[in-house]
């Protein structure tokens, strides 16, 4: 993060969660240009996801893109320098985002940090430990379906998921898990992903990139910087 040129990018520190600055890395090309939300690192034992934000950052494959930037490298810094899921509370961060749930510090400060915002594509990314290969999970409202082009890119570094059932849900498709995101069924559900909360107040548009840890980091975040490229692209 220290490499970063503040010619291009700004980045600041929006908060303190158990002794760890929250960081948060902005870029603004143009008022009217699309902008996008990416995070990582929502869960400790997920590595690839920081790595991939940290070297899509620290190279110039961004600059192909005319896009805003609002990224969070590592939502749950605790778990990461730990190796675990959970922050420090020992709750899984992703599942503290409905309105009354408010005494999840890293969860608070990222509502904080997107209050009164709109993103054209929120991207999240993410790895599962159970999984047997890379899948997507994908929720739009204004763009053309993307996770069949995005799983064909992937594939060339990683191998796709081919399990007919992935994270507990039905696949869309082979590696593919796209969720209809209404009000009605995040109702139906008692504790709430960031997805629900930036899908029905902040993002049109949601990706969920999953890369299993049986892989190699380097393919990993690659697979992730792919995922990303191809919906920037589109």
Known sequence: MGTLSP??????TLGEVWGYPFLVTRRLVDPDAPTILLTAGMHGEEPAGVEAVLCWLASDRWKSYHWNWLVVPCINPFGWER???TNAQRRDINRQFRKDQDDTPEASLIRRLIRKRQFTVSMEFHEDVDASGFYLY???R????LGEKVLAAVERVVPINQDPVIDGAERTAVGLIRRDLDGHEARRRRRWPMAYRLYLGHADNIYGSETTISEPLDDRAEAHQIALEVVLGS
């Open 138 to 140: 994908e929720a739009r």
């Open 142 to 145: 204004d763009r053309a379906y």
């Open 7 to 12: 010619d291009d990018w700004q980045v600041s």
């Open 83 to 85: 190796n675990r899921r």
